[in-house]
C-alpha cells in the first residue's frame, strides 16, 4: 500500500490542458546554427530600445509604473489610439489569459479556429469553460464556421489575425462580418501578434472597429517585429468598459520597469521598425519561392514564417526534413499539436538562415 496522494485537486479542466511546448532550442544540447522556431526577430531590438534598457539598470529600487503610463503614450501616439483605451500586460498571453479569466467561466464556451494558436484552447480549459474549435477552409479560418460555432453559452472568440501557425488572415469585411455575428455576450478577441507584417494599406489589425463595436478587443505584442520577446511585452486596446474590467484583475505592477522603458524605445523607432517589416518581407518571398522550386509548396504567409507543406510520407514527409534540418543546425517547428503533421513552419531568420534552409531543402528533396 502506498500512502501517496494527490495534495490537492485543482478545479475542472486544468489537468486536461496540454503542458505548452515551446519551439526547440537546442540540438543535442548545443546551440543551433539557426533557431526558426519561434517566429523571434533575428536581428533583435531596437538599439534604442537596449540603450532604455541598459538605462534601467540604474533605476531598480523603485516599484514600476503601475499603469505602465509612459508606454501607453508612447503606444497610443504612434497607433493613434487613445491611451486611456490601452491596458499593457507582461506579454499578450497574460491579456489574452486575463479576458478569458475575466469573462469566461464553468459551463461557459470559448470559440477559436481549428487551426488556431495552441494557447486559446488552454485560456478556456483553466477557467473552466469548454472550448470549442470551428473548422477551416484552406487553411484559413472560415466565419461562417466560427458564427456557427458560437452558442449562446460563447463568452470569447480568440482570432488570430493573421493567424499563427497558418500565416492566413481574413480581410476587414470579414472581420465585420464575424464581430457583428457573434453573440451579444461574447467578446471577439482578435490577437494581432503579426500585425505588423501586414503589408495592406487598409489593414489596422481591427483598431477602427472597436471604435464602432464596443464587442471586440484587439491585442498586440512586442514578441514578434520588435525584437523583445525576453522582456514580456504585450498591450491590448478595448473599448472603456473591457479596460476597465481587465484593469481590476491585473496585478498592480504586472509589467516590470525596464520591459516598459524598452518598449516605449521600440515603439517609437518607428523607422527601425519598418526595416525589420522590409526585410522579413524581402526574405519571406525569397523563401516561398526557393521552397516552392523545390517542391514545397507554403500557405500565402502574411507572417514573419512560412508554413511548408512536406506531406507525412516517411521518406519525404516533415518529420524527415525536420531531421535533415536539424542535422544541418536548422531547427523549424513541428506541426503535430496543431493538426499539421504533415508541415513545417519555418521562421524568417537572417538571410544566411533563409539560404541555408532553401538549401537544406533542395537538396533534402534532391533537386538541387
Ligand atoms: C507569439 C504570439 C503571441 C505573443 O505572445 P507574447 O505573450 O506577447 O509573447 C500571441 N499570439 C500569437 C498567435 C503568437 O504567435
Redesign the pocket.
Known amino acids: 500500500m502506498t500512502s501517496e496522494r494527490a495534495a490537492a485537486t485543482p478545479r475542472p479542466g486544468v489537468m486536461a490542458i496540454a503542458p505548452y511546448q515551446v519551439g526547440g532550442a537546442r540540438i543535442d544540447g548545443a546551440a543551433p546554427a539557426f533557431k526558426l522556431s519561434?517566429?523571434e526577430n533575428p536581428w533583435g531590438p531596437s538599439p534604442r530600445a537596449v540603450a532604455a534598457y541598459r538605462e534601467a539598470a540604474c533605476r531598480l529600487a523603485d516599484y514600476p509604473d503601475a499603469d505602465s503610463g509612459a508606454l501607453r503614450r508612447a503606444i497610443g501616439e504612434v497607433q493613434g489610439l487613445d491611451p486611456d483605451r490601452i491596458i499593457c500586460g507582461n506579454?499578450?498571453?497574460?491579456l489574452?489569459q486575463l479576458l478569458a479569466l475575466a469573462y469566461a467561466r464553468d459551463g461557459d464556451e470559448v470559440v477559436y479556429s481549428r487551426h488556431?494558436?495552441l494557447?486559446y484552447p488552454s485560456y478556456a480549459l483553466m477557467n473552466g469553460a469548454t472550448p470549442v474549435a470551428a473548422a477551416e477552409t484552406d487553411l484559413t479560418a472560415d466565419v461562417d464556421a466560427l458564427l456557427a460555432a458560437c452558442s449562446e453559452r460563447t463568452r470569447l472568440v480568440y482570432l488570430?489575425n493573421p493567424?499563427?501557425p497558418t500565416g492566413t488572415r481574413l480581410n476587414a469585411q470579414e472581420i465585420e462580418r464575424l464581430a457583428v455575428g457573434v453573440p451579444e455576450n461574447a467578446l471577439l478577441v482578435i490577437?494581432g501578434?503579426?500585425a505588423e507584417f501586414v503589408d495592406a494599406e487598409d489593414f489596422d489589425a481591427g483598431a477602427s472597429l472597436i471604435a464602432r463595436r464596443p464587442n471586440v478587443v484587439m491585442?498586440r505584442?512586442?514578441?514578434?517585429i520588435y525584437g523583445l520577446?525576453a522582456l514580456?511585452?504585450?498591450w491590448m486596446h478595448a473599448a472603456p468598459d473591457v479596460i476597465d474590467v481587465i484593469n481590476r484583475i491585473r496585478g498592480p505592477y504586472n509589467l516590470n520597469m525596464a520591459a516598459q522603458a524598452a518598449a516605449a524605445e521600440a515603439m517609437r523607432d518607428v523607422e527601425y521598425t519598418a526595416r525589420i517589416k522590409a526585410e522579413t518581407l524581402r526574405l519571406r518571398a525569397s523563401l516561398t519561392a526557393a521552397l516552392g522550386d523545390a517542391g514545397v509548396p507554403t500557405t500565402g504567409s502574411e507572417c514573419n514564417f512560412v508554413l511548408a507543406h512536406f506531406g507525412t510520407a516517411p521518406e519525404t514527409g516533415a518529420a524527415a526534413a525536420d531531421a535533415y534540418l536539424k542535422a544541418r543546425g536548422i531547427i523549424a517547428r513541428r506541426m503535430e499539436a496543431y493538426g499539421l503533421a504533415g508541415h513545417l513552419r519555418i521562421s524568417i531568420g537572417t538571410e544566411a538562415a533563409c539560404v541555408a534552409v532553401a538549401e537544406a531543402v533542395a537538396a533534402f528533396r534532391g533537386v538541387s
Open positions: 519561434a517566429n506579454g499578450s498571453d497574460e489574452l488556431g494558436f494557447l488570430a493567424n499563427n490577437d501578434a503579426y491585442t505584442t512586442f514578441s514578434k520577446a514580456r511585452v504585450g
